[in-house]
């Protein structure tokens, strides 16, 4: 190689490391990591502590004019972290929770709620994942996976032992099965959909927006088709009874999303044969939509109208 040739060589290598250096700098965590709302009040309650999962932090927010004991709903959230602000969030996007919200309580569209959001945690995918699909996944994926490594379970015992009580008792809001409820995206769907069929007896509803049912681009060992047949099996055999309560997937055509249709379908049908009726569980489909923070806000007055309505 001649000496100009290096000479080139390193200069690429340097504009790359350059580059990357710019990328680096351009996704840094954002100095302001306590969110702010611009309706209602939000209360943050930092680490959490459970004995189930790692401590994290748990952001309330309440309705405007509030005062404990108020006949309020509540709404459990995850990735709360993505919630509220989106000088806070790692993209800058935000499901503008606060703002939307409260439109539709001031319009009497929906009633009176509080919204939970559960910061994610770098084990997300782990604690968002429906644990017990294994036992409808062939043996030899399986054996492939690293069952250890679960804590869907665990992670909504955290929610229904001990979180759950400390809302009820701090903020005093309705506290029955019907004012209960659960939403999530991707791999929030997911673990919001396992949730109704684990403690139908805690929440009245669910609702599950881009649900990775794919189970694709997921660690070794726990990604595939087989995965997403046992989510699916699963589902069809712990369902709650038919029309007993709520439940809301919808999915958008691009990004992830563009191959969610296929497997939606086919919870559809799962559904549709086991009874359940349009009032009770709704399915639908956003064109144009992506797998983000700001297409889920764009349409997330459908599932609250849907679980909240009057």
């Given at each position: 190689?001649?000496?100009?040739?290096?000479?080139?060589?390193?200069?690429?290598?340097?504009?790359?490391?350059?580059?990357?250096?710019?990328?680096?700098?351009?996704?840094?965590?954002?100095?302001?990591?306590?969110?702010?709302?611009?309706r209602g009040t939000l209360e943050r309650i930092p680490e959490f502590k459970s004995q189930f999962i790692t401590p994290r932090d748990i952001a309330v927010w309440l309705p405007v004019g509030y005062q404990t004991g108020d006949s309020c709903d509540v709404l459990y959230m995850h990735?709360?972290?993505m919630l509220f602000d989106a000088t806070t969030t790692w993209n800058?996007?935000?499901?503008?929770v606060d703002e939307i919200m409260d439109s539709l309580i001031q319009a009497g569209s929906i009633r009176p709620c509080i919204v939970v959001g559960i910061y994610n945690t770098d084990d997300r995918l782990t604690e968002y994942f429906p644990e017990k699909t294994w036992h409808h996944v062939p043996e030899a994926d399986r054996k492939k996976a690293k069952l250890d490594k679960l804590t869907g379970d665990a992670y909504?015992?955290?929610?229904?032992?001990?979180l759950k009580p400390y809302i009820d008792e701090r903020y005093k809001p309705l506290t029955s099965r019907e004012h209960t409820f659960m939403m999530g995206s991707s791999m929030g769907g997911l673990?919001?959909?396992?949730?109704?069929?684990?403690?139908p007896q805690a929440f009245g509803g669910v609702a599950c927006l881009s649900s990775h049912l794919s189970m694709d681009l997921l660690p070794?060992?726990?990604?595939?088709?087989?995965?997403?047949?046992?989510?699916?099996e699963y589902v069809s055999q712990q369902l709650p009874e038919a029309n007993s309560c709520l439940i809301y997937m919808d999915h958008g055509t691009k990004d992830f999303d563009a191959d969610y249709g296929k497997?939606?379908?086919?919870?559809?049908?799962?559904?549709?044969t086991k009874g359940w009726d349009k009032q009770h569980y709704t399915s639908l489909v956003f064109d144009g939509h992506g797998h983000n923070e700001t297409c889920w806000a764009k349409r997330l007055n459908q599932p609250l109208q849907f679980l909240l309505k009057k």
């Open positions: 190689m001649t000496k100009r040739k290096k000479r080139w060589r390193w200069i690429m290598v340097a504009v790359i490391l350059l580059l990357l250096g710019a990328l680096a700098w351009c996704m840094r965590p954002p100095k302001n990591t306590i969110p702010t709302v611009s990735d709360g972290n800058r996007q935000e499901w503008q909504l015992k955290f929610i229904v032992e001990e673990i919001s959909l396992y949730a109704l069929c684990e403690y070794d060992g726990f990604k595939g088709d087989s995965w997403a047949t046992g989510f699916r497997y939606q379908t086919l919870i559809d049908s799962v559904f549709t």
